[in-house]
């Protein structure tokens, strides 16, 4: 399986587009493109996870704490952590969820 990652980016005018890319036996990968301004709300996962910003600009708060986002800067979440994240420019990040 092999993928073009800025090849499958497109922005939406406002919000966040999504596209799954690998989901098997525990790993699920997707691609998120969001609209400058766009923020997403505090929120935990479940699982693992990885972010890995592909390009933009953007704040990611990892519990209390701000990440800046941009062009390759890799961000690891044990599960239940509580995060949000705002984008400052249009921004994509791949988030890679691992385990149940």
């Given at each position: 399986m092999e993928f073009n990652i800025k090849e499958?980016?497109?922005?939406p005018d406002n919000g966040i587009i999504s596209k799954t890319l690998i989901k098997e036996d525990g790993l699920n990968v997707s691609l998120f493109s969001m609209a400058?301004?766009?923020?997403?709300?505090?929120?935990?996962?479940?699982?693992?996870a990885i972010v890995h910003v592909v390009e933009g600009k953007g704040i990611f708060n990892l519990e209390g704490k701000?990440?800046?986002?941009e062009p390759g800067v890799l961000i690891y979440m044990k599960e239940n952590a509580v995060h949000s994240l705002k984008?400052?420019?249009?921004?994509?990040f791949v988030l890679s969820l691992f385990g149940k």
């Open positions: 499958l980016i497109e922005y400058k301004g766009t923020d997403m709300s505090e929120h935990t996962s479940t699982r693992k701000d990440i800046k986002m984008a400052e420019e249009n921004t994509t």
